[in-house]
Each structure stands twice: as C-alpha cells, then as structure tokens.
C-alpha cells in the first residue's frame, strides 16, 4: 500500500477566531474622529453649496470643541490617576492620546486649507465676504474704527502679567489676543485680551454680506488699549477645558444644587487644548503652558507641546455657523425645506381620534414636528377630558414651546409630570432653569433614577373617555426640541394600544418613584435586559441562517460600541446571517474581516440633516420584527441609561421603515463605506443622473406626494 492509498485522518475543523482579539475592534476614539473627517468633507465637497459648506466647517469645529472637551479630558484624567487598562483594541490612553493629536493636525491642516483657499474665495466671488483687515478701503477702515470706539473699546479689559499682576483667568472656548509690549522701562511685558463673546463676531462692513472678524478689528486698534506703549506683536489664542464632571448621587442629597454648583465649577475644569497663531513667539506659548500648569497643578493634569494646535487664519472657526446663517444668499444655499403634515393628521381632524383609528407612524425632519408632536401636547392641554400627561424632556433648549404647553397645563389643573435630565450634556443649565420654572407651577417635577440618566423618548396621556380612562403614548428616538426636529431624522409613533399604555405607566412609576417592574410587554429597556434582549435576537438569526433559512439583520443607530453586541454580530455573520448596519458615527466593528465578518457591511450617511433616528430590523424567518428607541449600541446607553425602544407592531409601518433603510444602502452620494482597517470610502454615483442622496429624495418625495402613502420611496 502507497502514501497515496493511505486512508487519510480527517480534516481538524479549523479553530473558531477569538473574537476577543484587539485587531477586531477600532478605537472608540480614533472612530469618532473619522466620523468628524466625514463632516469635514462635506465642507471640502464642492458639490455641496457654498454656504452650506461654510455651516458644516463650523459644525466640525464645534464636534471636536466638544471631543477635546469631554473625550480627550477623560483620557488624560485617565493618564493623571495612573491608569493604564487598554481599551478593547489594545491602546493605553496614553497612546490613544498619541494617535488622536496626530489625526487632529491633519484634519485641522485640510480645515484651513479648504477654508482659506476654496470656500471664502469662493463666496467672495459672490459678494460674501469675510475679511482681512487689510482688505480695507479708507473709508470702510473709519466705518469701522467708529464702531469700534463706540461699540467695542467701551467693552475691552486688556489684563497685563506682570509681578503686580497675575496671570488672569481664561475661560473656556473663548478667544484671546497675546499682546507683546515693551513699556516705559524697555521691559518686554506680555498682556491678554479677551475678544467678548457678547459682542457679534462678525462686524459688517459696508452694504452687502462683507464682513471683519471682531479680533482683526480689535488688533487693528489695540494701540487705544495700551497708550503710550509700544506693541510688539498680537496673536490670537484659545482653549478648551475639561468640562466632564460626574455626580457622586450617594452623596448629593439635593440633586438639583449640586448640578448647580458642578455646572458653576465647570468653568474651572484643567486645560486639555492651547490653540495659537502660527506666528506666536515661542517665548509667549512657553509663557502660557507654565501659567496653565501652574494654575492646574492641583488637578495633575499637564499641558505639554503635543496639546498644543497651530491653526493657520481663522481661529474659533464654531461662529461659521451664525454666519452661514447670517448672509442671506439662498442661491449659495441648500433649497428650502418645508415638513409637510402627516397624511392621516391633515384637515384638522381631532388627533385623539386619529390615533384610536390605528397607529400614526411619523418621520422627522420631513413631516412636521409642529403638525404632530407639538399639536399633540396642544390637544391634550386644550381637551378637558384630558385628566394628566407625563412625558421625558433631554433637551429643553433655552425657549421651549413643549414647556411652555406643560406649564399651561398644570395651571389648568392637570397631573402634569415631567422627567426633566439635569445631566443632558451642555443643556444642564436650560434644563435646570426650566425644572424651576415648571415647579413653580405646580408641575411634578422629578430628575429620575440615582445614577442613570434618563435618555428614553417617552410621553403618556391619559383621558377619561365615558367609563373609562384611554392612555395615549407617544414613543420617539428624538428629543421634545422643537428645534432640533428641523434638523435631526426621527421616527415617532403614536398608539393607543394598551399593553404600551401599562408600559409606560410603569416606566414613568419608576421614574418618579421606587421599584421596577419584572418586565414590561412590550417595551425593551435598559439598563435592565436590553443588550440580553438585542443579542437572543442577534443569536435568532443566527439560528435561522444555521438552519437553512434566510437571515437579516438591518439596523441604523448614532454608534456601535458595545463589545458584546459586536461579538454577537460576528457570530451571526459566521453562522451566515447577512448583516447590514447604517452607523453615522462611532463604530467599532471592523467589517469584511476573513472568517469573522464577511457578511456584515457598515455605511454611514452624512449629509443635509443630522441622522439621529434608531431602528433595528430583524427577518425572523419571515416573521420580520422591527423597533425604534433612543438607545445606540454603546455601554453608556446599555448600562448607565435609562432607554426604551419599542416594536412597531402596524406591518405596513414596518414595511416602510425597512424600505427607509433600504433606501439608504441605495445611496450613492452621502454614503460612506467602511472597510476591514476602519477607514471609509464616500460611494460615488456612476454618472450625475444617477446620483441618488437619501436627504434630497426624501424631501423631494414627500413635497411631491404630499405624503399621500406611508413613507414614499422615489423610484429607482
């Protein structure tokens, strides 16, 4: 007998990967950045109209004032106490911290190129522009030396350093000028001067849509500040403070003074970003570094060479969006857009009659959050059967028409009780201001559960309707911000089905006072049970793909973070489920990896409206499944948050939030694809007349349909 007649032993099967291997994950940080890289393009993109270009450079700079804020001050809070964990894919913060300063120079480099050389070019060419002080005719230069003598000098506080006085405190995101003087004595002495933000940034100049910078223009005076002295140099600079505080809720007794104080002491919180002029004496950043670490030596936490950022021309560059807003050019403007009224809620119909007829499903920004949720809370204020409404408020905003209603109807005699977060990141100081006032009339105001914030969309009416009580609900992925609904995608539903009515009455029982049910009938909630119930549905797939029959997975949220949904979404596609995500933001699932991922894609879709909606599909063997919520895949939303997300339970409105995501994988110009290395591709159509925009179909269908039918899809 031969070698070759051997009887061979079996083929070992090959070992299953460790799915806990750091190369299967992408840095939750260095994820977040790429995201910001995206907004960043549509700024670059000279598809994109000139001032709607202009308004996404100040949302990038706005996106990382608030990345430096809240994630780069973790990090380095993180490296002050010693910690060195690694996150899931292996990095120290230290490195971390290493990685994010090198993808932020060169983010920030491509920001000044594309604005300095492209788009403000680009708009002066059209009248729009914002200028340099040396732009000037003589007689535009006394316009504005008038308006500042009169306007802006009166305001100025130059502050001097030197041994009679200290370096002056700076406070966070504000502008500076680094003046360098030589005084009387032929001393070189440095002074700062803070550009007020409660002044405009942008003085006009003229007739038009011309403007000056309010620093260039204070530069071009600063002589009047410090007379009979001679000036050296004026350079602009900023900072950015760590402004993450957490609340020990064992310890606070009295929840709403100590967000108070938190948000007062914020403004104290250590320097985690020096952003200066290229051109700004090294003997004057050497200046600043010492004076920062000295003020903040308490707090160990060290301002080094590496958080400092050269920003060639404009610095701040957040305040391009109030002058986007400002130049009234629509021509250099996306068209407008006018949310239309929800088919079923159209000729003034009674909503409460509407809703007992079947479920209205909604789709902001391109229905009308005035027609539906709004007019919603103004019914059930108005009808005097209405006997209490209860709903959750994240976000109030400074001028809130929702609080406004609520006020009115506790002052009608309503049980009205409202779940107000204190904690909503940067709204902490609307929304206390809005607990006071709604107490105050006599509205219940509660701030939830100890060490949860509360981020479910929720809103329960209830009306007596004969013998009996009706509950009404509202169940949404966005927040009650009027605002915001112009500008962010959401999915809404209303119901009057009674098994989501016993849910929220339940759910709103635990917020505003103790215990929690052992389930609810409907809703998912976390933190108890909604990454348990997300993975035994993600593992269904998997068992039917096993099975032999077909599998899917669609689903669209703000980030993937969550290590343990990510290894059931790698499961699933091993076992052969086909598996497509549409995550704007963060993700740290690597997709198309060998063995691991080949089924899964990833997209993200930047565009016109901020994508914000949650929805999750499942095939189920045919026995499709979809839901809505507020909750992303993250452990922050899985584990520190109180969330709820729903089924939809009308077939016809699950058919049309598959075909909405459906839609989107159709996409081939705000798509971006995202491959094995974490990096993402913009998709590109194969000619102009082919170019399908999610944001613009969907305007344009539901202006041309008038929303005759549940979410019209435009024809391929």
């Known amino acids: 007998m031969t070698d070759a007649t051997l009887p061979r032993a079996p083929a070992s099967p090959e070992p299953a990967p460790d799915l806990g291997q ?21 700024a670059e993109d000279p598809r994109t109209p000139l001032l709607e270009r202009l308004k996404f450079f100040g949302i990038f700079s706005s996106n990382l004032d608030e990345f430096f804020q809240i994630r780069v001050a973790g990090l380095k809070d993180q490296l002050a106490a010693g910690y060195s964990e690694r996150s899931p894919d292996g990095l120290t913060p230290e490195a971390q911290l290493r990685q994010i300063a090198a993808v932020v120079r060169e983010h920030v480099r491509d920001h000044g190129r594309a604005l300095h050389e492209e788009v403000l070019p680009g ?31 009166p305001v100025l506080t130059p502050l001097a350093v030197d041994p009679a006085h200290p370096f002056p405190y700076i406070s966070n ?28 940034r942008w003085v006009r100049v003229g007739e038009g849509w011309r403007y000056l910078p309010l620093e260039q223009l204070i530069t071009a005076n600063i002589e009047a500040l410090f007379p009979g002295v001679e000036i050296l140099g004026c350079y602009p600079f900023r900072i950015t403070r760590n402004t993450d505080f957490e609340v020990d809720h064992d310890e606070a007794e009295d929840l709403l003074s100590t967000i108070q104080e938190e948000v007062r002491n914020r403004r104290f919180g250590a320097v985690v970003r020096l952003e200066v002029s290229p051109n700004l004496p090294q003997s004057i950043r050497e200046v600043l570094l010492s004076e920062f670490n000295a003020a903040q030596a308490e707090l160990s936490a060290t301002l080094g060479a590496d958080d400092v950022y050269e920003v060639s021309g404009l610095l701040d560059t957040a305040d391009l969006l109030s002058l986007a807003s400002a130049i009234d050019l629509p021509a250099l403007k996306d068209p407008p857009h006018h949310p239309v009224t929800p088919n079923r809620l159209a000729g003034g119909r009674n909503m409460f009659e509407v809703i007992r007829e079947g479920d209205v499903l909604v789709h902001h920004p ?23 409404i209860k709903l959750t408020l994240y976000r109030t905003g400074g001028d809130s028409s929702i609080a406004r209603l609520l006020a009115q109807a506790a002052e009608r005699g309503k049980q009205v009780a409202v779940l107000i977060e204190l904690q909503a990141r940067f709204d902490e100081e609307n929304n206390i201001r809005w607990a006071q006032r709604l107490e ?36 949404g992925t966005g927040n009650y911000h009027p605002r915001t609904a112009r500008l962010y995608t959401d999915f809404g539903l209303f119901t009057t089905d009674p098994d989501f009515g016993a849910d929220l009455t339940d759910l709103f029982n635990v917020l505003t006072g103790f215990g929690a049910p052992q389930e609810y009938r409907r809703l998912i909630t ?81 565009g016109r409206f901020l994508e914000h909606s949650r929805a999750f599909y499942f095939l189920n063997g045919g026995a499709e499944e979809v839901y809505i919520g507020s909750a992303d895949w993250m452990p922050r939303n899985l584990d520190r948050r109180i969330e709820a997300v729903a089924p939809v339970l009308d077939p016809v409105h699950r058919a049309g939030i598959r075909d909405q995501l459906n839609l989107m994988w159709q996409d081939n110009r705000q798509a971006w694809e995202l491959d094995a290395d974490g990096h993402y591709t913009q998709r590109r159509p194969p000619s102009p007349d082919l170019e399908l925009a999610t944001h613009r179909a969907l305007v344009e269908s539901h202006r041309e349909t008038g929303r005759t039918g549940e979410f019209p899809i435009p024809p391929r």
């Open 173 to 200: 995101l504000s502008l500076s000028l680094a003046v360098a003087l030589r005084d009387l004595d032929g001393e070189e002495r440095f002074a700062r001067v803070k550009v007020p933000k409660i002044l405009p």
């Open 526 to 606: 976390a933190p108890r049970g909604m990454r348990e119930r997300f993975a035994a549905m993600i593992q269904r797939e998997a068992d039917h793909a096993r099975a032999g029959r077909p599998a899917r997975i669609l689903a669209k949220m703000n980030a993937l973070v969550d290590a343990a949904l990510i290894r059931a979404l790698y499961e699933a596609s091993q076992a052969g489920v086909t598996v497509d995500l549409i995550v704007r933001g963060i993700c740290c699932l690597r997709p198309g990896i060998p063995g691991v991922s080949d089924r899964i894609r990833v997209i993200s879709v930047i």
């Open 366 to 388: 391109y229905e009308s959050f005035t027609s539906s949720v709004e007019r919603f809370i103004q019914t059930a204020v108005d009808d005097p059967d209405v006997v209490a």
């Open 123 to 153: 708009l002066a060419r059209h009248g729009a522009a914002v200028l340099d002080i040396g732009d000037l005719t003589e007689a535009e230069r006394q316009q504005v030396g008038r308006h500042f003598h009169d306007n802006v000098f």
């Open 22 to 42: 750091p190369g299967l994950y992408s840095n939750r940080e260095l994820s977040w950045l790429e995201f910001n890289r995206r907004v960043l393009h549509e």
């Open 440 to 475: 105050d009339v006599g509205v219940h105001v509660s701030y939830g559960v100890a060490g949860l914030k509360t981020h479910a969309k929720v809103m329960l009416v209830v009306r007596r309707e004969g013998e009996t009580m009706r509950r009404y609900v509202h169940l």
